[in-house]
């Protein structure tokens, strides 16, 4: 059997000066000991036999040890992905909808939960803080009326899409909701993009 | 028998010190050729490798500020814990009540940013004498290798001090690892691959959704451990391929 390894250098073309080039002798002309260390051993192949005893243990022996270390690998990169993590819940409540006043952006969450609560005249929704450039917060600027990366520069309009700087896309909405008791409640871990269209769908605008 | 000559010839000294320091020719080969740590050069060198303004000395003084960074690192492990709650105060301690912990930790930031420096000009150096041509391309692939380590070895040890600067510029380099194309949850076929932010290669650097108390752990861990190990064994053949690709590459006879 032709090696493995003949067979993919073989198609590659030699480096220039390297040994690898046609025209060197072959081991057999060189005069060194070209006998081959395995043995040939007869096989009846008229009883249908295909592989000898010792080929097939061989094969045997060699998969279990690669279906073994394949299955040591896989437990081992699994290993690096916890199941647990220790971060803040991604659902909280942000207080009652009379805390705030139509047309204010709420920066009282930005610190601690990374978003902003928009009221407007139809309604509510949350903006998440992260700049959709490399995921610094942005602050918002009553002043100038948008919301301003201090990293790079990136700049939202109150809705949330992007007009200047390097921020390629606008800030992503996150799920905004009413509990039983009339509080607005916000999850953090269902995102609204505007760019697949989804500031229209349930949970992205509250309607109060 | 004076004292010099009977330690000279008792068996402690013997067995240490093996071939004397007679200063002849096999003799200095011996001293050489039998010391761990000296037969990583070979017994005799090209003059042209004494040429600082033909070889640059780059690749040495790489290797050099790796040791260095080493020595200080080990050291500065000692007042060190990779925890949220301890990792910036345990900074300020090193660097205001350690004695010589200001001296050490300046040290450790001085040699890394020097050796990204010298290993860029050590691989430009290669370059411009052509010292990549065969037989030596496949120790450029390996060079290559050790420029992306050196590079992460620095990325993670950027995050160890735990203050602003550090955090940001991690979350800055995560978030763009979430941009992977089919690894990362917001790269071309990404998301059609199953990533999500919980299971992405984003994910597996921080061991987490944001960069926390996880993060930091796992960047310590390839900081001082994973990733000088892997270093040092791309090192070992990146040194044995210049040893055997014939020493420091020198110009051609026809220039001399």
Known sequence: MKSVVQFFFGCLPAAP???????????????????????????????????????????????????????????????????????????FKVGFPDEYAVGE??????????????????GFYALSAVCTHLG????????????????????????????????????????????????????????????KGEWGKLGSFLKI | MNIREQIKRSQIYRSIIRHGYQDTKPNRMHQIVSNVFLHLHPTSVWRHGTDIRFTWGMGGISFLLFIVLTATGV????????????????????????????FLRNMHRWAAH????????????????????????????????????TLLLSFTGYLLPWDQLAMWAITVGTNMARATPLLGY???????????????????????????????????????IALPVIAGIFMIVHFWRVRKDGGISRPSEKEE
């Open chain 1, 17 to 91: 000066g390297s040994l690898f080039e046609k025209g060197t002798m072959t081991a057999a002309e060189q005069g060194q000991d070209i006998t081959p260390i395995r043995k040939d051993v007869p096989m009846d192949k008229t009883r249908g036999l295909w592989i000898t005893r010792r080929d097939f243990f061989s094969l045997s022996g060699w998969l279990a040890f690669f279906v073994f270390l394949g299955t040591a690998i896989l437990g081992t990169f699994r290993f690096f992905f916890p199941r647990v993590l220790f971060e803040a819940a991604p659902v």
């Open chain 2, 114 to 149: 020097l050796m990204v420096i010298t290993v860029w000009l050590h691989m430009l150096r290669v370059f411009l004498t052509g010292s990549y041509k065969p037989p030596r391309e496949f120790n450029w692939v390996v060079g290559v290798l050790l420029l992306v380590l």
């Open chain 1, 105 to 122: 952006v709420g920066s009282k969450f930005l610190k601690s939960k990374k978003v902003w609560i928009v009221r407007d005249e139809q």
């Open chain 1, 136 to 195: 610094c917060t942005p602050r918002w600027l009553e002043t100038e009326n948008k919301f301003k990366c201090p990293c790079h520069g990136s700049g939202f309009h109150r809705s949330g899409v992007n007009f200047e700087g390097p921020a390629p896309r606008p800030l992503e909405r996150v799920k905004i909701t009413l509990d039983e008791s009339g509080q607005l409640v916000v999850d953090k871990s269902v995102t609204f993009l505007f760019e």
């Open chain 2, 186 to 224: 917001e790269g071309p076929f990404g998301p059609e691959l199953g990533m999500k932010p919980d299971n992405d290669i984003r994910f597996l650097l921080l061991g987490g959704t944001q960069v926390g108390p996880p993060a930091l752990l796992r960047f310590y861990v390839l900081h001082c």
């Open chain 2, 75 to 102: 050291i500065l492990m000692f007042y060190y814990r990779p925890t949220a709650e301890y990792a910036y105060a345990d900074m300020k301690y090193l660097e205001h009540d350690v004695p010589f912990g200001m």
